[in-house]
């Protein structure tokens, strides 16, 4: 019988470990939102309708950090229409999950949902539709202590002091073609888009740091120059990139699922050899890090697409256009019209979102943030009524 060894020795260290390498990343998709983070009729919501009883979950779980308020949802999304008092709020369409967008969960219920959850946020702001004047503005509400419209107008709308956010994400997957507004043609329009906003966004507050997208999966036919144009542009004034990617496996191929940190592994080489090689283009001492900021390992059925490690996914098929598909709206005590958890395959999930930590801790001198999109649902599950501990 054949056995391993390992050997540890205290000389041959990689890199400090970061703690928000075991964050979690939320979006208003499904029933995380509307129904576990937000349902006034639920017994234990407080005056502002969040449920309290997540919100302790997650307290006593100590989830580190949350990327927040998304997603593909956040380049449509416009934060000044979700502040101030609910009647006054504007009503959207979300075109990136067809649904309708009341903003009953705003800007602040979200920040202060992190506060309650004991819980560092890395906020993302829509460079889709939004302008860099709509990112400066959001800091200086968010984080200016007074003496401003926009700062007062947070003092005014309940929260005297700031918010103190200190990671700002510069978009979501900005290379997406499923991304409204996406930047997928143009990535030096991107890079010097991301360069200006990371600027006038420290002028305003410059303790934070900001995180500027790179490829937002291997598979497209565009990584890596999509990256390396990025770059160029702007990385001398961002602190990190961020990476995403979502490993998937038939439900009879468990190996093939446990086998996805190849994947991951070879993402983030690519990424930081990018980054090194840019460093010394630009002649600059800088050593980027990076934030894989969105990820997941998860169980699918059989589809048309085979892509394996070197796949490589034409923009065209993420247009779809359907006259049928409605747009939906999504009451928080009413979870008959959104997806549900999976109800089997817990422990392989949990293996595969375990094998890709083990990737993010093998680069723990250069990853120094990661979010588990189902991280949330991990430490805390919940239903209409309940929250209880999932198996991870």
Request: with cysteine; proline share 6%.
């Amino acid at each position: 019988m054949k056995q391993a060894k390992i050997t540890i020795h205290p000389d041959f260290t990689i890199g400090e470990i970061s703690p928000r390498l075991f964050g979690a990343f939320l979006e208003p998709i499904g029933s995380m939102v509307n129904g576990s983070m937000f349902n006034p009729k639920h017994p234990s919501a407080d005056e502002q309708g969040l449920r309290s009883d997540f919100y302790n979950a997650l307290h006593e779980a100590g989830v580190p950090c949350v990327r927040l308020p998304g997603g593909n949802f956040v380049s449509g999304w416009q934060w000044k229409d979700s502040i101030g008092p609910m009647q006054d709020r504007k009503a959207h369409l979300d075109q990136a999950w067809r649904q309708y967008i009341p903003n009953d969960v705003g800007h602040d219920e979200y920040l202060q949902w992190a506060e309650k959850a004991g819980t560092q946020t890395i906020y993302t702001v829509n460079l889709g539709t939004g302008t860099l004047q709509d990112a400066a503005d959001c800091v200086e509400y968010t984080n200016h202590a007074g003496g401003t419209y926009w700062s007062d107008l947070r003092r005014k709308n309940g929260h005297e002091k700031p918010y103190g956010v200190k990671t700002w994400c510069l978009g979501n997957e900005m290379d997406g073609p499923w991304q409204i507004a996406s930047w997928e043609r143009d990535p030096r329009g991107y890079g010097i888009l991301a360069h200006e906003t990371s600027k006038a966004m420290k002028w305003v507050d410059p303790s934070i740091e900001t995180i500027a997208c790179v490829s937002s999966s291997p598979f497209l036919s565009h990584y890596p120059e999509w990256d390396r144009k990025v770059l160029e542009q702007c990385y001398e004034t961002v602190d990190l990139i961020s990476l995403h990617h979502y490993h998937s496996a038939p439900p009879d191929r468990p190996e093939a699922l446990l086998a996805g940190y190849q994947a991951f592994e070879n993402y983030i080489n690519t990424e930081i050899a990018l980054c090194d090689y840019m460093k010394t283009h630009l002649r600059v001492h800088k050593t980027m890090m990076l934030s894989f900021d969105e990820y997941g390992a998860m169980i699918r059925p059989r589809g048309t697409s085979h892509l394996g490690l070197n796949g490589r996914q034409r923009a065209l098929s993420f247009y779809q256009f359907d006259p049928s598909k409605p747009y939906v709206r999504h009451d928080p005590d009413d979870w008959s019209t959104r997806r549900m958890p999976p109800s089997s395959g817990e422990m392989l999930r949990t293996l595969g979102t375990i094998s890709t930590m083990l990737v993010l801790l093998h680069h723990a001198d250069r990853v120094k943030i990661g979010c588990a999109t189902g991280g949330l649902g991990d430490l805390a599950r919940t239903d209409r009524e309940h929250v209880w501990k999932g198996a991870s």
